[in-house]
C-alpha cells in the first residue's frame, strides 16, 4: 500500500472465481497473482496506469480522441476506478465510512484517525460481495459502451 500500512480486503465470489482461475498458472505455493517478467517480483505500481494509458491512445493518429475516454473527451486513467466505486457505493447506499474505509483513504481528522482505528472488515464484506456481483454484470445496470456514429 502506498501509506505503507496493512490494508484488509474482504474477496467477493467474483474476486475467488479470477483467483481459483489464475491457480493453474502457479509456479509454487510463493506464487504471485500478478507477477512482473521479472521472476518473483510483483507488477509495478505503474503497470496498469501503463496498460490503461495503451489501450486508450496507442497506434492513433496525433490529436485523435483516446478509445476509452470520459464525457468530456479525457483519457481515461486508472484513478477512475476508484472513481466508479466510490460513485457506485453512495448510489447503492453504502455508508460513506465503508467506502473511504475500502478505498483505503486515510481521515485527514487527526483526532478522528486516533480513535478510529478498526478497519471494519465484517461490515466492508457485504458491500465488497455487491460490488463484486455488479462488475461481473449479475447486479444492477451495466451500460455496453458503443462509438458514437461518426
Known amino acids: 500500500m502506498k501509506s505503507r500500512r496493512a490494508h484488509r480486503v474482504p474477496l467477493s465470489d467474483a474476486a475467488m472465481a ?81 467506502s473511504e474505509l475500502a478505498l483505503a483513504q486515510v481521515d485527514r481528522d487527526k483526532v478522528r484517525a486516533a480513535y478510529a482505528r478498526a478497519d471494519l472488515i465484517e461490515q466492508r464484506r457485504p458491500m465488497m460481495e455487491a460490488w463484486g456481483r455488479f462488475c461481473a454484470g449479475q447486479e444492477g445496470a451495466v451500460v455496453p459502451l458503443r462509438r458514437k456514429a461518426p
Open 18 to 98: 479470477i483467483l481459483g482461475a489464475m491457480q493453474p498458472h502457479a509456479c509454487g505455493p510463493e506464487s504471485l497473482v500478478f507477477p512482473s517478467a521479472r521472476a518473483g517480483r510483483p507488477l509495478s505500481d505503474m503497470a496498469l496506469s501503463m496498460l490503461v494509458r495503451g489501450i486508450a491512445c496507442d497506434g492513433l493518429p496525433e490529436g485523435a480522441p483516446p478509445r476509452w475516454r470520459d464525457a468530456e473527451g479525457r483519457a481515461v486513467v486508472v484513478h477512475g476506478f476508484s472513481t466508479s466505486f466510490k460513485a457506485w457505493s453512495l448510489a447503492a447506499g453504502w455508508p460513506d465510512t465503508l
